[in-house]
């Protein structure tokens, strides 16, 4: 009997230390070999129901959170997420980007606020929104950090804390409601305070144009006067060479003649020069003087323009006309001058 008893109570302690085991892996299940919670699975950033939405409703229902001031709260149903599944569907959108970069200086004071609170559900989600908003963002590192220290102190503090009563339950669901109003509350004053930023951003942006427009046009009146200055310029550097052109032709003395002079020159044909037709047009009149020898048997060589006025302008006609000259022969060469006058 003593023997069966001692079996029998084996047999038990036996059960015991499985059972124990089995409890044991049990918790270790749901814990860290430290005995800490298991971490749960950070939240997705955008819904499920964000995400599937089209563009054209993404980006209106992000404009609407706007005006509405739910910035980056509720979930599911704000500006930040919209614009972030926007993103994904319109990757090189600047105006995406633009708001994105202006709304997360605001989720970060929201994910500290979330944390002093020690709402460590919602620091995390506005962590994840800040995380694929901009994954290397300078803030991300001491969040993150803030968060896991706070999860771990809470969790100390609610294992050596009794069972809430009713009435605690009653008052923290009254401070979870006053959380809700206080977010909504620095929600509408972040709102404010991104308008007026952009606000001041229009009004510079608007200021540098209107600045770069006066300047533009100052440049526009100098290039006009620089040009106005040196069109006169040439004008007078063109009129002072026709005086001196003229000066020196009547300073000129006349080229010296082998023979007989001029007065033994007698015109056989002379046709007129055809008239420009551009100086024609314009009714423009001028004089050339032209040098030319007359040759033995009548002929016209070694034409060439002494002066002219206006220059350059009848010079080929007046020339190509005395080179048809035709005049009597001559007993030697004789070199004289002609003044050809063009009139409209």
Known sequence: MRYLAVAALGTVLAGGLVACKKDDATTAAGQ?????????????????????????????????????????????????????????????????????????PYAVMATEQAIARKDFPEAKRLYALLEKTDNAAPALPRLMNSISEGEKAAATAAANAPALTEAEKAKQAELDKKRLEEQKKLQEQAAKELAAKQAAD??????????????????????????????????????????????????????????????????VSTPSPRYPPEAKRARQGGTVQVEFTVDGDGSVSNARVVSADPPRVFDREALNAVKRWKFKPVSSPQTTRRTINFQP
């Open 202 to 267: 229009k009004a510079r942006a608007e200021q540098q144009s209107a600045a770069s427009a006066v300047a533009a046009r100052a440049a526009a009146d100098k290039a006009a006067a620089d040009k106005a200055a040196a069109d006169k310029a040439a004008a007078d550097k063109a009129a002072a060479d026709r005086a001196a052109a003229q000066r020196a032709a009547q300073s000129q003395p006349a080229a010296p003649r082998p023979s007989a002079g001029s007065s033994d020159l007698v015109a």
């Open 32 to 104: 860290t070999a430290a005995g800490e919670p298991a971490a749960a699975p950070p939240p997705a950033a955008v819904s499920s129901a964000v995400a599937a939405m089209s563009a054209d409703e993404l980006r209106t229902a992000a404009q609407k959170a706007l005006a509405d001031t739910r910035m980056y709260a509720p979930a599911g149903d704000n500006a930040m997420e919209y614009y972030l599944a926007l993103r994904d569907k319109s990757a090189n959108d600047p105006g995406v980007a633009s708001a994105l970069t202006d709304l997360q």
